[in-house]
């Protein structure tokens, strides 16, 4: 075939310098300008007072994925995860905007620190953050896969489980700490009606259960992880388990079938053990039910406040 470039010929490998090839696709030279380089003298839209008609209740930056270290009391006790945040404060009527850097660079001065996600580390976080931000309040919502060792029922090996984790930590200067955790596990629900009227088996699914929790005390070093997640599990009708043997899935099936489930039942069993909690001040629990002889999902949620 013949060649038509003009600049590569038969037996040559020629190409235009990297500068020609970045004009050859459009690159052009930069325009001299006439503004100021240097910090100190541009424009800060942002700090310039003027009445903007509303204070804000939350500006700042989302789905910023960063790495953190969390603490558990199952093993593994110490893990780096990959943790998604959110960073807000409050925003005064008489500022257009706040600085957005700040917000990273603050995460990124903690991680340097050696921080970890615990209540007490978010709480610092948030209210240090109001007071570079100059507003009154501040919040960090951050959410991260949480990864915790199952042993298989009968044969005990061992895997690793996870399930999705929640922190939102609330600053304000007058009301001080609030504070919110939460937690997605999977399970196995079984359905009481099928087992009912089933001459013999009964169908189960894959039941995702979310419970969140306000807590007592925004800085607790209580293990709401696990409190959580065995609230969600020792309610369901069985556990999920990375590995099962022959032995450990005849158990599995065995517990399912000697505990049936509607989705109705799993938050209310579950909020019964919230609600015994010293812990916690208000909840919030759901269960989804994806169902294996419906297309559509079964659903049910309360909320309650003590």
């Given at each position: 075939m013949a060649n038509h470039n003009p600049t590569l010929t038969q037996g040559s490998s020629r190409l235009p310098s990297k500068q020609e090839r970045h004009r050859l696709f459009g690159s052009?030279?930069?325009?001299?300008?006439?503004?100021?380089?240097?910090?100190?003298?541009?424009?800060d839209l942002q700090n310039t007072p003027k009445d903007f008609l509303f204070a804000l209740d939350?500006?700042?930056?989302?789905?910023?994925?960063?790495?953190?270290?969390?603490?558990?009391?199952?093993?593994?006790?110490?893990?780096?995860?990959?943790?998604?945040?959110?960073?807000?404060?409050?925003?005064?009527?008489?500022?257009?905007?706040?600085?957005?850097s700040r917000l990273t660079e603050q995460l990124d001065l903690y991680h340097q620190q050696g921080w970890d996600l615990s209540l007490k580390h978010l709480c610092q976080f948030a209210e240090e953050l109001a007071g570079r931000m100059k507003q009154s309040a501040a919040t960090i919502e951050v959410t991260f896969p949480w990864f915790y060792e199952r042993p298989a029922p009968v044969t005990g090996?061992?895997?690793?489980?996870?399930?999705?984790a929640m922190m939102r930590v609330?600053?304000?200067?007058?009301?001080?700490?609030t504070a919110t955790v939460g937690l997605k596990a999977m399970?196995?629900?079984?359905?009481?009606?099928?087992?009912?009227?089933?001459?013999?088996?009964?169908?189960?699914?894959?039941?995702?259960?979310?419970?969140e929790i306000e807590l007592t005390d925004a800085q607790?070093?209580?293990?709401?992880?696990?409190?959580?997640?065995?609230?969600?599990?020792?309610?369901?009708?069985?556990?999920?388990?990375?590995?099962?043997?022959?032995?450990?899935?005849?158990?599995?099936?065995?517990?399912?079938?000697?505990?049936p489930r509607f989705v109705e039942d799993m938050v209310r069993l579950v909020a019964a053990d919230l609600y015994e909690m010293p812990e916690v001040a208000a909840f919030f629990v759901e269960c989804r039910n994806e169902?294996?002889?419906?297309?559509?999902?079964?659903?049910?949620?309360?909320?309650y406040r003590k």
């Open positions: 052009v030279d930069p325009i001299p300008g006439n503004k100021p380089t240097e910090k100190e003298k541009m424009v939350q500006v700042g930056i989302s789905s910023v994925k960063h790495p953190a270290v969390v603490h558990s009391t199952l093993s593994p006790t110490v893990q780096t995860t990959v943790a998604n945040f959110a960073l807000t404060t409050s925003l005064v009527q008489n500022s257009k905007g706040i600085n957005m090996m061992t895997g690793l489980m996870h399930a999705e609330h600053f304000d200067e007058v009301e001080g700490f399970v196995t629900t079984l359905c009481p009606c099928s087992k009912e009227i089933s001459e013999y088996s009964a169908h189960n699914q894959r039941g995702v259960v979310t419970a607790t070093d209580w293990d709401w992880k696990k409190a959580l997640l065995e609230a969600e599990e020792t309610n369901a009708s069985a556990c999920m388990h990375p590995i099962l043997k022959r032995p450990d899935e005849k158990r599995v099936t065995e517990s399912a079938y000697e505990n169902e294996s002889i419906h297309l559509h999902d079964a659903i049910a949620r309360v909320r």
